[in-house]
T-cell receptor, first 108, second 114 residues
Framework: GIQVEQSPPDLILQEGANSTLRCNFS?????LQWFHQNPWGQLINLFYIPSGTKQNGRLSATTVATERYSLLYISSSQTTDSGVYFC??????????FGTGTRLTIIP | DTGVSQDPRHKITKRGQNVTFRCDPISEHNRLYWYRQTLGQGPEFLTY????????KSRLLSDRFSAERPKGSFSTLEIQRTEQGDSAMYLCASSFLTGGVLPYFGPGTRLLVL
């Protein structure tokens, strides 16, 4: 099956800093999503981005499908951005394969 | 409609007992998914339904696990003869169509097997 690797595994930043999270995947995909899991366990959709670039406020994402990676950018971090960020992919079916996540901690 | 709901939110049980979890999807969504998440890992796919039909099951779904979605509305996930390794967060998600319509996840049921 498809393998998904995320880096870095952990990231600690001061409030206001910018960050880049990376997702590498091992095979062609037609679905790539970024999620944020808050400290209470709730998974929140951030982006559906199988290719190209999207922006939503302080967050943006870029997927280069031909090179099998995606990047999530967070600018001007706030403490509410803390949590675990997951990349999930699929190809041709409904089953999302998740990476192991990047745990982001924003310090006031 | 306020999203996907799951019940209970937490469950503590003794090894060998049976447990059942319920998921109520967003009402117009015809697809429903179950995932399992263990500590420090990403969610892993268990199974999914389109309306009342169970279309795919992961090998993770052993014969002690059964999922149903009668009438294509809510779904239940039952675990028989629970084992300590079943301790995890069980997540439900629903969506309407593929092709860019994101699945919405519920808050999860956290299971602890003693």
């Amino acid at each position: 099956g498809i393998q998904v690797e995320q880096s870095p595994p952990d990231l600690i930043l001061q409030e206001g800093a910018n960050s880049t999270l990376r997702c590498n995947f091992s095979d062609s995909v037609n679905n790539l999503q970024w999620f944020h899991q808050n400290p209470w366990g709730q998974l929140i959709n951030l982006f559906y981005i199988p290719s190209g670039t999207k922006q939503n406020g302080r967050l943006s994402a870029t997927t280069v499908a031909t090179e099998r990676y995606s990047l999530l950018y967070i600018s001007s971090s706030q403490t509410t951005d803390s949590g675990v960020y997951f990349c999930a992919v699929s190809f041709g079916n409904e089953k999302l394969t998740f990476g192991t996540g990047t745990r982001l901690t924003i310090i006031p | 409609d306020t999203g996907v709901s799951q019940d209970p939110r937490h469950k503590i049980t003794k090894r060998g007992q049976n447990v059942t979890f319920r998921c109520d999807p967003i009402s117009e969504h015809n697809r429903l998914y179950w995932y399992r998440q263990t500590l420090g890992q990403g969610p892993e796919f268990l199974t999914y339904f389109q309306n009342e039909a169970q279309l795919e099951k992961s090998r993770l779904l052993s014969d002690r696990f059964s999922a149903e979605r009668p009438k294509g509305s809510f779904s239940t996930l039952e675990i028989q003869r629970t084992e300590q390794g079943d301790s995890a967060m069980y997540l439900c998600a629903s969506s309407f169509l593929t092709g860019g319509v994101l699945p919405y996840f519920g808050p999860g049921t956290r299971l602890l097997v003693l």
